[in-house]
Every structure is written in structure tokens, then in C-alpha cells.
């Protein structure tokens, strides 16, 4: 059964937490100033991006301990919103990013307060949020719209409803990049996110959504850039599927969290959607060779193979889908004003050196798709 759990401070309702030990980023980012060259790099911080809402908000992440939220909840919490995350308590509430020093973690997890729960317990999300009244819901997690209409019941009076959606809800099309408006695919493996935007259009509910394309950056616990690092790090050929000029796209997580900032208050985004992702498309090849300048790696050896000749079982040979996928995001630059401060390899670098290159990664390296794929390649070779 799922229940409220609070841990009091000397402030009634303020949750405390115990304090990590971390080995990751300054929110504010990092560019890169030099050319990249190997190791050689001088680093500098970005400036940081202020929240436009008028007024303070009472805001509930449902989610908010992994990777997007880790990013979004420290730029609520410093423009003064009280922030409550909504998990299940398995992970740690707050954990300290890289470069972040003790003062302003203690201070950032000091004023995060926490809702323990299952958003599937739907008596339990309507009864906890009904008592507290939040203001603006973030909806970090959202899979499925079962899941999003009990939140409705509980706050009747809701501000507006911020959705991370996803730009796989688009149907498979010759014609790209996709936009907004696009054709979408309602037997997608992200069916549920687009069964939660028809949900929501059709509630009245004050929403946004945003579609994401590939997220990277520090913290990923998808094995986005730290697949090829791993690779590159061991010194291994990248296996890359087809002819490896297939185009794809990725936006940093930093800039996915402050074009979360700009939608909040924000009377343009009321009741749309939003392309999220990088300025640039790149290549398969062009993505091998982005990790390895930005890793400070010498130049990939990159083996193309055909993946019908394989039988990899369950396992995945290659962490993107082998197609074309890319996504406009001018709506968002012309109707919310925002950008993406980081273009790829400046992204790749700030993932690699305050991720992977500290040697913190989400996944061990698994090469054994590889050399089922080198095997077959060296035969061929003799």
C-alpha cells in the first residue's frame, strides 16, 4: 500500500535527506572553448537560464530522480518554487550533481519535499494530492493516460499540466524532419504517451507537452553516448549498422530541462506541443566520430554489417533505431524564444567529462553482440 512519508526538519513539512557523495556536473554547463584535440580542453561555465513564471508555484514532479529531473528540479527549486517530488522511494530523493559544490546541494535538498507512492495506487494519488494542492504538475514519468486522470480528479484547480511526451509517437515517414502537425502512430511502443495527449486535449485542462527526441548527457541511464564510449575506451572498432549515414538527432538534457522552464507560465504553450531536441542532425558515422573527438579519442574504426545476416537474440547490437528519425524544432525557437545552448560535440564533452571519463557509468560494457558481428567480419575479410 502506498503512503505519504515525510521526515521532519525543524521546518513542519520539510522532508531531509541524507547528503551523497557525487562525482557529476554543474548544472549550468559547460562550453567548450578551444578546438577539441584529444585530452587537451579548457572549460568554462555557461551562464544560467532564469525561470520567466511570474510567481512562485506549488509543483509536483511525479518522477524527478533519475536523470531529467535531477536537472529540471534544481531550476524550479532556485527560481523559489517548492518543489515535491512523486516516487516510490526506491531511488535516493536528491543526489549531488558533478561540480555542485556541498553548500548548494544542501541548500537545493534542504527545500526538496517528497511524496512517497505508486502513481498506480490512483486512491492514494488522489487522496495525497488533493490534500496538498499543487499549483503545476510535471509529469516526468507518464506512460500510459490511466495513470494521468486520477491527478485530474485530485486538483480540480490546476494551473497547467506539463507533459514529457516523445517524438517516437510519430508514424514512419519518407518526408522529415518531422514536425508537430506530422501523421502519428498509434501502434508506436510510446502508444501510451499518445493516448495521454489525446487525454489531455480533451480534458480542459490547461497542458503542455513536450516530445523529446534522443536525450543525452550526464546521468543517462539510457546507453545513448555511453554505448560508444565504452567502445572507444576499450580501444574496439564501432559496429554500425547498414551504411551508417542514416540521420538521427540528440539534445542535451540541460537544454530538455530549461525548455521545460520555458513552457511553465507561459500563455504561448498553453495546450501544445513542442519538438525538443539538438540544432543538428548527424549520422551514425558522424555520431561515432562526435564521441570520439569529444572523449579526446583518436579517429573510430567504424565496421558497417547488415543486421539481417545476425541473430542477436534479445539483446540490442546497436542503441538507435536504424532509420532516418529527426525532428523540427523551430516551433519551439520562434514561439518560446528558446534554443539549445550546447551543439553536439560540446554536449558529447560535457556528458563524457562529467560522466563516463570519472569513470560513473549506468551499464557495464557488453561487446559480445560486437564480436559476434567482428567475427563474422574477419571471416569474410580471410
Known amino acids: 500500500m502506498a503512503r505519504l512519508v515525510v521526515v521532519q526538519q525543524q521546518q513542519h513539512k520539510h522532508p531531509s535527506f541524507s547528503l551523497l557523495p557525487s562525482s557529476l556536473s554543474d548544472f549550468n554547463g559547460i562550453r567548450l572553448q578551444t578546438q577539441l584535440q584529444f585530452k587537451k580542453k579548457v572549460w568554462q561555465p555557461k551562464g544560467a537560464l532564469h525561470v520567466t513564471a511570474s510567481s512562485a508555484k506549488r509543483i509536483l514532479i511525479m518522477g524527478g530522480t533519475r536523470f531529467i529531473g535531477m536537472f529540471l528540479s534544481r531550476l524550479l527549486v532556485k527560481e523559489g518554487h517548492q518543489v515535491t517530488l512523486f516516487t516510490r522511494g526506491k531511488a535516493p530523493i536528491t543526489q549531488q550533481l558533478p561540480g555542485e559544490s556541498d553548500k548548494d546541494y544542501t541548500d537545493f535538498s534542504s527545500k526538496i519535499l517528497h511524496l512517497k507512492g505508486d502513481r498506480k495506487d490512483f486512491d492514494f494519488v488522489k487522496s495525497s494530492l488533493s490534500a496538498e494542492g499543487f499549483d503545476v504538475v510535471y509529469d516526468i514519468n507518464g506512460r500510459e493516460a490511466v495513470e494521468v486522470a486520477p491527478i485530474f480528479e485530485a486538483l480540480p484547480k490546476l494551473e497547467q499540466y506539463i507533459y514529457c511526451s516523445s517524438a517516437g509517437v510519430y508514424l514512419k515517414s519518407d518526408l522529415l524532419p518531422h514536425f508537430e502537425t506530422d501523421a502519428v502512430d498509434p501502434k508506436s511502443r510510446h502508444k501510451g504517451k499518445l493516448e495521454t495527449e489525446s487525454l489531455l486535449e480533451s480534458s480542459g485542462v490547461n497542458w503542455t507537452s513536450i516530445r523529446p527526441v534522443y536525450i543525452y548527457g550526464p546521468l543517462n541511464y539510457n546507453p545513448v553516448e555511453e554505448w560508444f564510449f565504452h567502445r572507444l575506451k576499450a580501444g574496439r572498432p564501432i559496429p554500425v549498422p547498414n551504411s551508417g549515414i542514416q540521420i538521427t538527432q540528440l539534445g542535451h538534457v540541460k537544454d530538455l530541462a530549461r525548455a521545460f522552464i520555458d513552457v511553465l507560465g507561459n500563455e504561448k504553450a498553453s495546450k501544445q ?44 547490437a546497436f542503441p538507435f533505431r536504424d532509420q532516418h528519425f529527426f525532428a523540427s524544432i523551430e516551433k519551439a525557437k520562434s514561439v518560446l524564444g528558446w534554443k539549445p545552448e550546447f551543439d553536439l560535440v560540446e554536449g558529447l564533452a560535457d556528458s563524457y567529462n562529467l560522466d563516463f571519463g570519472r569513470g560513473t557509468f549506468r551499464k557495464a560494457a557488453d561487446f ?15
Open 273 to 316: 506541443v513542442f519538438n525538443i531536441s539538438g540544432e543538428k542532425y548527424v549520422t551514425f558515422n558522424g555520431l561515432a566520430r562526435a564521441c570520439a573527438k569529444a572523449g579526446g579519442f583518436p579517429e573510430p574504426e567504424i565496421i558497417h554489417y547488415n543486421p539481417k545476416e545476425f541473430d542477436f537474440g534479445k539483446k540490442k
Open 368 to 382: 559480445s553482440t560486437d564480436d559476434i558481428i567482428l567475427g563474422k567480419s574477419l571471416v569474410l575479410q580471410s
